[in-house]
């Protein structure tokens, strides 16, 4: 079954780490996005990608960085300068101009901060 | 101004009632709009897409008003099962960045 797997589910960093979440697709999307969930929040975008090698920052994109060097995956960096960075990150995929623009997502990875 | 706000809720309401959400949108030069739904400390789920025309889906109705800017979803006959978090998102294109709302909290009541 087609889908997007996001890996690993759950990450215990240190502060002043650096941590990559997986995000993997094969869906063939063209479109992939990351945004981050904090509790009782909605999401917020940190990067989106809608072709390979080309990605646009989102509205909180300080202290992570991406890569989309394959069409199928789309890892987020979380660096050492993102302040606060516990909180439940999501990758999404979507096919653009296929009718409405619906957005796949993964199951989700949840980073601590210790 | 947020870009996309929703209703802060939460909405505690018993089984079988009816319940409206509102969200609206800054931009209005969007295009596409659309309802999901998220359990707890799951993924989003897409309910619905929202046409201009309005759109029903079973117990779900979706409407969309361009000139105040609004998206509306409303549920009848709550069921037990309903109780989530409902987002709403908007597109300007769908070459553009997807933007949510905060989300708006139900819990249907036995």
């Known amino acids: 079954d087609g889908g997007i797997t996001q890996s690993p589910k759950y990450l215990f960093r240190k502060e002043g780490q650096n941590v990559t979440l997986s995000c993997e697709q094969n869906l063939n999307h063209d479109a992939m996005y990351w945004y981050r969930q904090d509790p009782g929040q909605g999401l917020r975008l940190i990067y989106y990608?809608?072709?390979?090698?080309?990605?646009q920052k989102g509205d909180i994109a300080e202290g992570y960085s991406v890569s989309r060097e394959k069409k199928e995956s789309f890892p987020l960096t979380v660096t050492s300068a993102q302040k606060n960075p516990t909180a439940f990150y999501l990758c999404a995929s979507s096919l653009p101009g296929a009718g409405a623009n619906v957005l796949t997502f993964g199951a989700g990875s949840r980073l601590t901060v210790l | 101004r947020k870009e996309v706000e929703q209703d802060p809720g939460p909405f505690n309401v018993p089984e079988g009632a009816t319940v409206a959400f509102n969200c609206t949108y800054s931009?209005?030069?969007?295009?596409?709009f659309f309802w999901y739904r998220q359990d707890c400390r799951k993924e989003p789920k897409l309910l619905m897409s929202v046409y201009s025309s309005g759109n029903e889906d079973g117990r779900f109705t979706a409407q969309l008003n361009r000139a105040s800017q609004y998206i509306s979803l409303l549920i009848r006959d709550s069921k037990l099962s309903d109780s989530a978090t409902y987002l709403c998102?908007?597109?300007?294109?769908?070459?553009?960045?997807?933007?949510f709302g905060p989300g708006t909290s139900l819990s249907v009541i036995p």
């Open positions: 998102a908007v597109q300007k294109t769908s070459y553009d960045k997807v933007i």
């Open positions: 931009n209005s030069a969007s295009q596409s």
């Open positions: 990608s809608q072709i390979v090698n080309d990605f």
